[in-house]
C-alpha cells in the first residue's frame, strides 16, 4: 500500500528491483511535493548503485522543481550512457543561469555513446553559446546520412539556419549529405529573409566541380520548399537575380528544374520575361512551355495573366492549360476565379479537377464559384464528396446554407441510397473480379502506398468478419461512422486557403495533412492556420454507386470477406 507509505520510504522504493513500484513511488513522491524528500532523493541520485534509482530519483527532483545545476552537472559524469543521455534533457532549462553547467554540456561531445551524441545535439539548442553551432556542426559531419542526427541538429539550428549553412560550406565536406543541405535550406526559405536567401542562391550558384550539381539541385529545392511551405510569393531579392537565372539557364537538368520551382517564389523580371515568351512559343516543346507556365506564378499578377489566359484557350494541350490553372492558383487576386470559370466548359476531366481544387482553397472564392453553380456554369456532379464538404463545412455561414441547399436535391440522403441497394446482399458476389475492381476504386485509399507505405483510408484486413449488410452500408454511407484517425480535417490558412485531409504528423510548428489526391502531403505551418476543424464527412466519396453496379457492389463485398 505505497498510498500510505512515509516520505522516507517512497524515496527507498525507488531503487526497488519492482518496475511498478519505482514507478508508482516517483508519481506519489512528485503528487506530494514533500520538500522532506529532497535531500534524500540527491543523495540517491549521487550514491545509490542501482542505475534505475539514480535515475528516478534525478526525475523526481525534476518532478519537484529542486533538480541544482551543481547535481546535474555531476550526473553528466555518471558511468552508465543512459543517465548520462537522460541528464542531458534535464540540464535544459538550468543552462541559460549556469554557466559551469554549460560548460559541462559542452565537453559532453567527446562521449563515446552515440545516443548520448543524438541527445547533445538535441540539448545544444538550449545552449546560448557560440560554441554550440561549431558542436552541432562537428555532429553533423560525423554522423552524415544518419537521418535521426539530421532531425536533432536542425531541430538546434532555430533562426541560425543561414550562418550555419555557411559554417558548412567552409568544411573540406561541405554539407555532407545532399538529403541535409535540402533540409537545411528548407529551414532557410522557410525565414525568407531577402539577405539570406541572396547569399544561399549566391553561394549555390558559385559552386564548382563534380558535386556542384548534386549540392545545388539539393539546395535550391530545399529553398524552394521553405518558401512553399511558409506561403511565400514575390519574395523581392534583386542582388541574387543573375546568379539564379544562371542555374535556370544550367544544362544540368536537376539543377535547372529546382531553379525553376525555386523561382516561382520570387520576383525575377528576367526570367517573367523569357518564360512569357516561352510559355506562348507553339514550336517549343510542351514540356519546355509547361515549365515556363508554371515559372510565372512568380511574376506580378497583371504582367502574367494575359499569358495565362491565351494558355487557357482550348487549342493548347491540355497539361499547358492544367500548369496555367495551377499557376493562377497561386495569386491571391478577384480577378482568378471570373479567369478559371470564363473556360470551364472547355477543360478536359484533369483540367476541371485542378480548376475546381483552385477555386476552393481560397474561401474568398467560393461565393464566386456558388454563384456558378447557381447559375448552372458548374453542375453539381463535378463535385466530390471532399469538395463538396469544403463548402458545406466552410466557415460562412452564408455559403454553407447556399451551398446545402444547392447540393440538397444532388443524393445526400445516403440513407435511401443504401436502403434502395439492399438487394445487393442477395446477389452472388465473385471474389476474384471484386479484386480487380477494388484495386482500381479503393486501392489508392486503402492500400498501402508505393511511396511512404501510409494509408489514406483504414486497412480494411479484418473486415472480412463483417455482415453483408455491414459492408454495403459501409461503402455506399462512409460518413455514417469514421474511425478517428481516419478523420477528415478543414484547415483554412491566414491566406484564406482551405486545405482538407487526414493529419498524418505534426510537431509544435507543423500539421501535415494527406488528402485523396496523388499531389502528395501538405505541410502547413501553425502560425499560418487561422481556422482548423474536424468534418463530418468522410474521404470516402459517397456515391460509389454512380461508378460501381449492383454487381460490382457484390463482387467488392465477396472480395472483402474473402480477407485482403
Known sequence: N?????????VRQLASPNGWNRETAQRLLVDRQDRAAIPLLEEM???NEMPQARLRALWTLEGLSALSPALVERALHDSHPAIRENVLRLSEPLLANSKPLTSAVLAMAKDPEPRVQLQLAFTLGEVQDPRAMRLLADLASAHTGDRWFRTAVLSSVHDSAFPFFAMLQQRPKRWGDAQFLSALCALIGARHKAPEMTQAINTLAGLRGGDAELWQAAGLAGLGRGLEISGASGLKIPAAEASLMK?????????QKAARA??????????IQKASEQALADKLPVPAREMAVRSL??????VVSP?????????EPPELQAAAVDSLAAFDDSAVSSILLDNWRTYDPEVRKRALLALLENRDRAPVLLKAMESHQIEPSAFDAS???????????GVRQRAQALFLNSGSDRAKVVQAYRGVADLTGDPARGKQVFEKNCGKCHLPRRLGGQRVGPDLSGVNNKTKEELLTSILNPSAEIEPRFTNYVVVTQDNRMHDGIIVSETGGTLTLRGDSEEGDVTILRQNISEIRASSVSLMPDDFEKQLSKQDLADVIAHLRAGL
Open 247 to 255: 542555374m535556370v539557364e544550367n544544362p544540368a537538368e536537376k539543377t
Open 297 to 302: 506564378r512568380g511574376g506580378q499578377f497583371a
Open 307 to 315: 499569358v495565362l489566359r491565351k494558355v487557357l484557350d482550348p487549342k
Open 2 to 10: 505505497l498510498g500510505a507509505a512515509s516520505t522516507a520510504e517512497l
Open 262 to 271: 525555386l523561382a516561382q517564389h520570387i520576383e525575377l523580371r528576367a526570367l
Open 387 to 397: 469538395a463538396r464538404d469544403r463548402l458545406l463545412e466552410n466557415p460562412d455561414p
Open 45 to 47: 541520485a549521487a550514491k
